[in-house]
C-alpha cells in the first residue's frame, strides 16, 4: 500500500483580509511571507495614490519591508498584521500593528526606524504591539 502527502499550493489571493471595518486606511494581512509582500506592494500604491513626496518613496517602501517581516518574523502561528498609512500635507505615517506580538522590534528594525524621521513603538492590548513611523516632505 503506498501513501502520498498532497501539499496544496499556497494561493496569493487568500493573504488578504477585507479592509479592517474601524480603521480607515487600513489593511490586513497574515502574518507570513505572502502578507509581507501584498502588504508592501499595497503601502507603495497606497502612498503614490495619495501623493506621497517620491523622495519618501524609497525610504518608505525600505521601512515598509523590514518592519513587515520583523511583525512577521516575530508574529505567531495564524496571527493578522494590520498595515496603514496616511498621507498628510506631505508626511506619511506608516504603521504596522500586530495584535499578538510579545516581543519588542528587532535590532534590524531599530536600525531602519533610524531613516524615519519621527517614530515609536506602543503596546497594543496585553499581548500586542503597533511600531509607527513619519516621513516628513523636506527631508
Do not use: F, K, N
Request: proline share 7%; charged share 20%.
Amino acid at each position: 500500500m503506498s501513501t502520498s502527502l498532497q501539499i496544496p499550493a499556497p494561493q496569493r489571493d487568500a493573504v488578504v483580509h477585507q479592509l479592517h471595518p474601524d480603521r480607515a486606511g487600513t489593511l490586513a494581512v497574515t502574518a507570513d511571507a505572502w502578507g509581507v509582500v501584498h502588504a508592501r506592494r499595497w503601502v507603495v500604491a497606497r502612498a503614490r495614490l495619495l501623493g506621497a513626496p517620491p523622495a519618501a518613496l524609497l525610504r518608505l517602501r525600505l521601512l515598509a519591508v523590514v518592519l513587515l517581516r520583523d511583525a512577521a518574523g516575530g508574529a505567531r502561528a495564524g496571527s493578522v498584521l494590520y498595515v496603514g498609512l496616511d498621507v498628510h500635507g506631505g508626511t506619511v505615517r506608516l504603521t504596522v500593528e500586530d495584535p499578538a506580538s510579545r516581543v519588542l522590534p528587532s535590532p534590524r528594525a531599530l536600525r531602519a526606524l533610524r531613516r524615519a524621521d519621527v517614530w515609536g513603538v506602543e503596546r497594543v492590548g496585553v499581548p500586542g504591539r503597533r511600531v509607527w513611523c513619519e516621513l516628513e516632505p523636506d527631508s
